[in-house]
């Protein structure tokens, strides 16, 4: 069984920050690419950010250069740094991250329940 939680949203004013955490537990061989998606209201879940387990990352053009994506291998956690936020960042944000346990011969993708994140004054 693999376990994933996040932590960290709430509600924010516009141009405040959040930062957003996601544990990985479990019968865990090894974690391979985690990341953030978000679901807005009445959208698609759309990506946000990715980490590679060797550090590479990739951004959606909206967030660039205001969110970082980081993780801690030795913790099997991902973090999302969010700066200058704005309205249109509201949403529900889901972590993700492919995961190889010892119950299952190839990786596979697992989610954490989500977390709300509002930027409103």
């Known amino acids: 069984q693999v376990q994933i939680v996040e932590s960290g949203g709430g509600l924010v004013q516009p141009g405040g920050s959040l930062r957003l955490s996601c544990a990985a537990s479990?019968?865990?061989?090894?974690?391979?690419?985690m990341g953030w998606y978000r679901r807005a209201p009445g959208k698609q879940r759309e990506l946000v950010a990715t980490?590679?387990?060797?550090?590479?990352?990739r951004y959606a053009d909206s967030v660039k250069g205001r969110f970082t994506i980081s993780r801690d291998n030795a913790k099997n956690t991902v973090y999302l740094q969010m700066n200058s936020l704005k309205p249109e960042d509201t949403a529900v944000y889901y972590c993700?991250?492919?995961?190889?346990?010892?119950?299952?011969?190839?990786?596979?993708?697992?989610w954490g329940q989500g977390t709300q994140v509002t930027v409103s004054s």
């Open positions: 993700n991250a492919n995961i190889l346990d010892f119950e299952r011969p190839s990786p596979r993708d697992y």
């Open positions: 479990g019968s865990i061989f090894s974690i391979y690419t």
């Open positions: 980490i590679a387990r060797g550090g590479s990352t």
